[in-house]
């Protein structure tokens, strides 16, 4: 069973340019979570996403930042006009149901490493 | 608003000796769960351990083992026969057991190097 796949693995871009980041959850798997983790620090929680709707969006920055998770396809974290600011690593996590918890805890993709040039 | 705190940036160990890494968190609510990632210098995101706030049983997983006290709002994680491979950032994340919360609270993290 193939774990929760993100792609790319890193992504460059030039300022101003967009960035899309895509996570693919675990097979059986509907909700997906965005997190962010800055150099030296721990993730930061974004959004939390079922299938076309959004749940909680508290932790996306208000402008530039929206997410999806279509009917089909993977879920795609979109930076319009980056700024270098936007460097870190941004993870996906999914769970087969809500909340996360214990008995169906988050499992983590390898995370994309995007670098603002 | 919930929040996790790593009071040690930074420690390290001896191969095959035991450390303890510390977390407290600050909530007011009764249920939720505790968790330990692990973050090697691959940066992948590994869960080590959880345990459930209701259950007073310390939760154990082979070598690592967590010390809850819910009355101090403490969850530390004890490695024990410590390996070369436990070389990581470990983080101590806090999640509500409770409808519309689902997101991960993390901490800052430990940087954890395992001596030969």
């Known amino acids: 069973n193939a774990g929760v796949m993100q792609n790319p693995r890193h992504l460059v871009r030039r300022r101003g340019q967009e960035a899309r980041l895509r996570c693919s959850p675990m097979?059986?798997?509907?909700?997906v979570y965005w997190y962010r983790q800055l150099p030296e620090e721990g993730l930061k929680f974004m959004v939390y996403l079922q299938k076309e709707n959004i749940i909680d969006e508290s932790g996306m920055p208000k402008e530039r930042f929206s997410a999806e998770f279509p009917k089909e396809g993977p879920s795609i974290l979109r930076i319009q006009q980056v700024v270098r600011g936007d460097s870190a690593a941004y993870f996906c996590?999914?769970?087969?149901?809500?909340?996360?918890?214990?008995?169906?805890?988050?499992?983590f993709g390898d995370g994309t490493r995007l670098s603002i040039l | 608003a919930q929040t996790v705190t790593q009071s040690q940036p930074e420690m390290s160990v001896q191969e095959a000796e035991t450390v303890t890494l510390s977390c407290t968190y600050d909530?007011?609510?009764?249920?939720?769960?505790l968790f330990w990632y692990k973050q090697p210098p691959s940066r992948q995101m590994i869960l080590v351990i959880r345990q459930e706030a209701y259950k007073q049983q310390n939760a154990t997983e082979n070598r690592f083992s967590v010390n809850f006290q819910k009355a101090a709002k403490s969850f530390s994680l004890k490695i024990s026969d410590s390996q070369l491979g436990d070389t990581a950032m470990y983080f101590c994340?806090?999640?509500?057991?409770?409808?519309?919360?689902?997101?991960?609270?993390f901490g800052k993290g430990t940087k954890l190097t395992v001596n030969p």
């Open positions: 909530t007011s609510e009764n249920n939720y769960y």
């Open positions: 994340a806090f999640l509500r057991l409770e409808v519309g919360s689902e997101k991960l609270v």
């Open positions: 097979k059986g798997h509907s909700h």
């Open positions: 996590a999914s769970s087969p149901n809500k909340g996360g918890g214990s008995n169906q805890p988050q499992h």
